[in-house]
């Protein structure tokens, strides 16, 4: 299976403990691209929704295109009685989308699953004239906040962390867009706290592509070690998240 198609094999465990981005990131964005009633957004895999609420809430004509029927399904019971809600199930590089024209196309932790070429080609096509691209994703470090536990489970990651097929995908290039007749890239950062459990912890950590392929014995091993770790450490690990927007336009003539 495709990493890019793996996580619709976990609607429900990906709905509840990956993270949100943080309401002074969507002020920023929201503000920026003029987004509103009248104005046509489009979101690249919205997953089960992790940014795409506050969104649909400024009232704009909100499309998605969604790979996982599974995802695509956990949204359409969310958001399918909204007036200003659209998601179509199919694949953002093949997908035709007419004579469709946006004001705004974004996507949270999604775009760098498409082939940099496709992704900024595509977009820069399906944008109106000065409409917005937005990118984001979280970085979250723990070892900040206790680095202690972050070297044991350092430790579990050398010893256990063995998947099946390894992650290869190279860097996406956030900041290649005037390459393909964007305008220069802005970069804005916002921040937030999470704490979970271990239990919390093992589940988030289920969510990411390649620990899903590891094997046994070593998948047992490798997740009761991350437990096991947190557990040591008073039952608690604390992420200092980042929130990384990048935005750009395309030109108005």
């Known amino acids: 299976m495709e ?3 793996i996580f619709d094999t976990i609607p429900d465990q990906f709905d509840k403990y990956r993270p949100r981005y943080s309401q002074e990131l969507f002020d920023k964005l929201v503000d ?3 987004i509103g009633p009248g104005k046509e957004v489009l979101e690249l895999g919205p997953g089960t929704g992790q940014a795409s ?3 649909i809430k400024t009232g704009c004509d909100y499309h998605a295109i969604e790979l996982g ?13 909204l007036p200003n809600f659209s998601i179509v199930n199919d694949d953002f590089i093949t997908h035709d989308f007419g004579d469709q024209k946006f004001d705004m196309i974004y996507s949270a932790a999604t775009i760098q699953w498409i082939p940099e070429e496709i992704a900024y080609s595509k977009t820069f096509e399906l944008l109106k004239p ?3 691209l937005a990118m984001m994703f979280t970085r979250g470090d723990y ?3 206790n680095e202690a536990l972050y070297d044991k489970i350092q430790k579990v990651y050398e010893d256990y962390f063995k998947p099946e097929t390894k992650y290869a995908q190279s860097g996406f290039g956030y900041k290649n867009a005037p390459a393909y007749g964007f305008t220069e890239v802005e970069t804005y950062n916002f ?3 999470r704490e979970l459990t271990a239990d919390d912890y093992v589940e988030y950590s289920r969510t990411h592509c390649d620990h899903l392929v590891i094997p046994e014995p070593y998948n047992t091993q490798f997740f009761d070690g991350l437990r096991n770790a947190v557990l040591e450490e008073g039952n608690k ?3 200092k998240d980042t929130y990384v927007l990048y935005l750009t336009r395309k030109p108005e003539r």
């Open 191 to 193: 921040y937030g706290t």
């Open 53 to 55: 609420e506050p969104i």
């Open 130 to 132: 000065g409409g917005v």
């Open 3 to 5: 990493f890019r198609k």
């Open 69 to 81: 029927e599974h995802l695509y399904a956990k949204m359409k019971v969310k958001y399918a009685d």
């Open 237 to 239: 690990i604390i992420f």
């Open 143 to 145: 070892k900040e906040s």
């Open 32 to 34: 920026y691209a003029k």
